[in-house]
């Protein structure tokens, strides 16, 4: 079982950058592969990036690949989505999740383990 707890979302204007932060607790981590999707209500869960176990694998969705950075240390059991110059569009509710498989996948159901969600609000 793993537990995972999100943190970092809140309400910035377009054009300011966050970092969202997930702390993972419980069986191994370093693992897990990782990801990060979005939802906005009405909407289906969306992908918004992934990483493998040591790292130095990513994925992203195409719309915000230059924009939006995922990393992870293992040594702290947390991963990160560091998003700049952000856009109303990116408005929605971001969710840390780990699989149980080491390589990352662009589908929510490959991931075993979600957290809570936290919200990103990005104001015009």
């Known amino acids: 079982q793993v537990q995972l707890v999100e943190s970092g979302g809140g309400l910035v204007q377009a054009g300011d950058s966050l970092r969202l932060s997930c702390a993972a607790s419980?069986?191994?981590?370093?693992?897990?592969?990782m990801g990060w999707f979005r939802q906005v209500v009405g909407k289906e869960r969306e992908f918004v990036a992934a990483?493998?176990?040591?790292?130095?694998?990513?994925f992203y969705a195409d719309s915000l690949k230059g924009r939006f950075t995922i990393s992870r240390d293992n040594a702290k059991n947390s991963v990160y989505l560091q998003m700049n110059n952000l856009k109303p569009e990116d408005t929605a509710v971001y969710y840390c999740?780990?699989?149980?498989?080491?390589?990352?996948?662009?589908?929510?159901?490959?991931?075993?383990?979600w957290g809570q969600g936290t919200q990103v609000t990005v104001s015009s």
């Open positions: 419980g069986r191994t981590f370093s693992t897990n592969a």
């Open positions: 999740a780990a699989s149980q498989s080491n390589w990352p996948s662009l589908k929510n159901y490959a991931y075993d383990y």
């Open positions: 990483v493998n176990w040591s790292g130095d694998t990513t």
